[in-house]
């Protein structure tokens, strides 16, 4: 195959080069053969005007120097032969048709090349030239290159069949191993295979790599057998857990469908989940207000509530069904499902039976008015006892009231009882405007409900002693963070009143709202930063991922952390390097790849290479180094660099396409700038008015310096201003305007003709001008000869001169 491969593509270079030589020889041919034609036709202007055939003929006859020239014929204007020539030795009287008027170019065919071009006098064509030319040394190429093509064609097979053998000893046959190998890999998905290696080659290196590869996907195959059974253990917790809580566990999706309901929840409830609309939730299951008897509104219910993105706490229902007669109070709490970007994915709801606690309160509050009555009693007997209370309580005013922090009581309701003087400097209230006023009176309102569930759960659970830090509104209006120690007071079983001790700690919370707030900026910045900012310890691995880096590299920030950074992203070129760098500056406190930019490549989530630039900076927190490595994705910029390069290339290969072009047409081009500089020239400028663009330097054009200027009467001066050059820069074309320019020194006069047009940009403005320049003294001297000729002629056969 790669002999056939190499012969089939050497036959291809081979007969690509032949026909790109025919071609060139052909284009050559054409353009010289073309060439010759428009000579002849100039030069038989005037022979066909006098029907001078013999002119005609001598004219023809200089053509003995073309030696492949076979025949070459003059038609007049009706298509009638004027005057032909004949090769020695070619067939004499060659017929061309007459409709060869029509050709305007050449025509090739298998043995002759013909030429066609008109004869033009006032843009009127008054004649035909019709040239054939023979193919013989066309033909001698073809077979010398076709003999040197068979040659080259012999010799690259055989270079091909060596190199072959070789690569198929040293190269192919390792390489189908390999592709067994991973082959059987593929059928099997047996990881524990592994490569035998011999040699130190390429080969030995890829076959090395793919057996550290299959390494890792064994090491990483086991380890995702482990998650997956850890992750079923906790699937079996997770159920087990929902099936046996106390408590009603009910979840729907976003679209109302009810995908967990536990047991718990049945049991509650009475009945279980049902594919309802959530408009007759309420009414199918029996949810009635705390009144008993009026059912919820649907759109009031918690769980509908959380689908539309709301939290709802210890909202109070009464359940009764006609599975439930007697029916149940129960306390719900919902919470939204929310995916990461915030859409609702479906709402959680809890629900708790609290039909034992209403029954509690009921007795509660029976015990409560039988205990106002024993009240009464044993007033009379507290009497005394308080009088013998009464000089310990003064004792322990006078301690109390030396404090600094506010030393307070209050009885079961939370109203105050007592309160030392240093109230008056934490509140700015005396003790008379607090005494006999509520604790909630004080506290700001945004906590107010926080703080009223606090102490309503410790007088609910008859926790003897709490700390709860909550803000208060002092005198003022200041707001003041406070520390509370609560303790309760009791007779008995039963609760009487509070002691508590507060403390201000505004200044404390000043401080953790700073350290908050800075790292809130701190995290800020790390989030919206414009670059991938990775943070890695010391043994190399990822602890931190900002959002950029997820977007640049396609990990997220769960999959990347507590992983090696240079196995996750550095391509197997750089991994080694990166490695050692880091291993130094551990040791030695000096590296390579620290605090230095780096262009290298690196390899995101789909395994595709990308240029980055990549800085690594160290830090030091508690003792150890961490790493910031900066990434900014450069692969666009790279792209519109070689974008770039291959855009200028392209630019200076159409630059040296207009100069070639440019030094081979017959007519001086100059173009020039808004400050008359020249910015392109060709030799034919130079050769008609000796202006030229220097190398290096900058050239301003000024015909003035070197030219006087004449209209074509030779006597009129011709303005400079009116110079189609100096027109175009100012906005205007101008079209072949024949000027007679005079050298100052020698005094030599050449008459030209010259058009103009400005360059414009896309705002129209004009940034520069190009002038075409004719020399026409040449033809201008044929033309008065040509008169001097009419007037002899017309003397000769009697005409009077026109200027008599």
Not at 339 to 361: A, M, N, P, Q
Not at 418 to 435: D, F, R, V, W
Not at 536 to 563: D, M, T, Y
């Amino acid at each position: 195959m790669q002999v056939f491969t190499s012969a089939f593509v050497l036959g291809l270079c081979i007969t690509a080069f032949v026909l790109i030589d025919i071609k060139g020889f052909k284009d050559r041919k054409a353009i010289s053969s073309t060439a010759i034609a428009k000579v002849l036709g100039f030069n038989s202007i005037s022979a066909i005007e006098f029907l001078d055939n013999a002119a005609a003929n001598k004219i023809l006859s200089e053509l003995t120097v073309q030696k492949d020239l076979l025949n070459a014929t003059i038609f007049d204007e009706k298509g009638a032969v004027f005057a032909s020539y004949t090769k020695a030795g070619s067939a004499a009287g060659y017929q061309f048709p007459i409709s060869t008027q029509d050709q305007k170019t050449f025509m090739y065919t298998n043995e002759n090349l013909f030429v066609y071009n008109k004869i033009k006098k006032d843009d009127k064509t008054i004649g035909l030239v019709a040239i054939r030319f023979e193919l013989s040394e066309l033909n001698k190429i073809k077979m010398d290159i076709l003999r040197l093509g068979i040659v080259l064609l012999v010799v690259g097979i055989g270079l091909a069949f060596l190199i072959a053998m070789i690569i198929k000893k040293y190269i192919s046959k390792p390489l189908l191993n390999l592709v067994t190998t991973i082959q059987t890999i593929k059928d099997t998905a047996d990881y524990k295979i592994r490569m035998v290696v011999e040699g130190k080659d390429e080969i030995s290196i890829l076959s090395t790599g793919l057996n550290d590869m299959l390494s890792t996907i064994e090491k990483r195959d086991n380890e995702v057998a482990i998650s997956k059974e850890q992750l079923n253990k906790q699937n079996t917790l997770l159920q087990s857990v929902i099936q046996n809580m106390g408590d009603g566990l009910i979840v729907v999706d976003e679209n109302s469908k009810f995908i967990i309901w536990n047991a718990a929840s049945e049991r509650i409830i009475g009945m279980g989940p049902m594919d309802i609309p959530q408009e007759r939730w309420a009414a199918t299951y029996g949810f009635f207000l705390p009144d008993t008897k009026v059912v919820f509104d649907a759109n009031e219910l918690p769980l509908v509530k959380a689908l539309h993105g709301e939290q709802v706490d210890n909202v109070e229902i009464f359940i009764q069904n006609y599975k439930n007669p007697e029916g149940i109070f129960v306390v719900a709490t919902a919470r939204p499902l929310q995916h990461s970007s915030g859409e609702i994915t479906g709402g959680v709801l809890v629900i708790h039976d609290i039909t034992e606690r209403k029954v509690s309160e009921n007795e509660i509050r029976k015990l409560n008015e039988e205990l106002e009555h024993k009240v009464a009693e044993r007033t009379a007997q507290l009497a005394e006892a308080i009088e013998t209370l009464r000089s310990s309580e003064e004792k322990y005013r006078e301690i109390v009231e030396d404090v600094s922090d506010v030393v307070h009581t209050s009885n079961y309701k939370g109203f105050f009882t007592y309160i030392n003087p240093a109230c008056k400097k934490l509140t700015g209230y005396s003790q008379n405007e607090i005494i006999g006023k509520h604790l909630i009176d004080f506290v700001s309102p945004e906590w107010k409900d926080r703080v009223t569930e606090f102490y309503f759960n410790q007088f609910k659970n008859k926790i003897d002693e709490t700390l709860f830090s909550f803000p208060i509104l002092t005198k003022s209006g200041e707001q003041k963070w406070i520390e509370q120690t609560s303790m309760q007071l009791r007779e008995g079983d039963k609760i009487t009143g509070y002691k508590s001790i507060m403390r201000d700690i505004t200044e404390r919370k000043e401080a953790e709202q700073k350290i908050k707030e800075s790292e809130g900026q701190l995290q800020t910045i790390f989030n919206e930063a414009p670059d991938a900012l990775i943070v890695i310890n010391e043994e190399g691995n990822i602890i931190r991922w900002n959002p950029k880096a997820e977007q640049i590299f396609g990990w997220s920030s769960i999959e990347v952390l507590g992983k090696s950074i240079v196995e996750l992203i550095m391509p197997e070129k750089y991994k080694e390097n990166i490695a050692i760098g880091f291993e130094n500056f551990l040791k030695t406190g000096e590296a390579t790849i620290i605090n230095k930019t780096m262009e290298i490549t690196a390899l995101n989530k789909k395994n595709i290479e990308f240029d980055i630039e990549l800085t690594v900076s160290p830090a030091t927190v508690l003792g150890k180094y961490i790493f910031i490595a900066f990434i900014t994705d450069i692969s666009l910029s790279k792209k519109l660099e070689n974008e770039k390069i291959e855009a200028d290339r392209l630019v200076r290969l159409n630059e040296l396409k207009l100069k070639l072009i440019l030094e081979n047409i017959g007519e001086g081009i100059i173009v020039t700038d808004t400050q008359k500089r020249i910015v392109l020239s060709n030799h034919m400028a130079k050769e008609i008015i000796g202006v030229s663009q220097e190398e290096g330097a900058s050239t301003t054009l000024d015909w003035a310096t070197k030219y006087d200027l004449f209209y074509p009467d030779a006597k009129t001066v011709f303005p400079v201003q009116n110079l189609p050059l100096e027109k175009a820069l100012r906005g205007e074309s101008s079209d072949e305007v024949e000027v007679i320019i005079e050298d100052q020194e020698t005094k030599h006069k050449k008459r030209v003709i010259i058009s103009g047009r400005p360059i414009i940009d896309e705002n129209n403005y004009v940034i520069a001008a190009v002038a075409n320049i004719k020399d026409v003294t040449h033809y201008k001297e044929l033309e008065n000869a040509l008169e001097e000729s009419v007037e002899k002629y017309r003397k000769l056969i009697g005409f009077k001169s026109d200027n008599k």
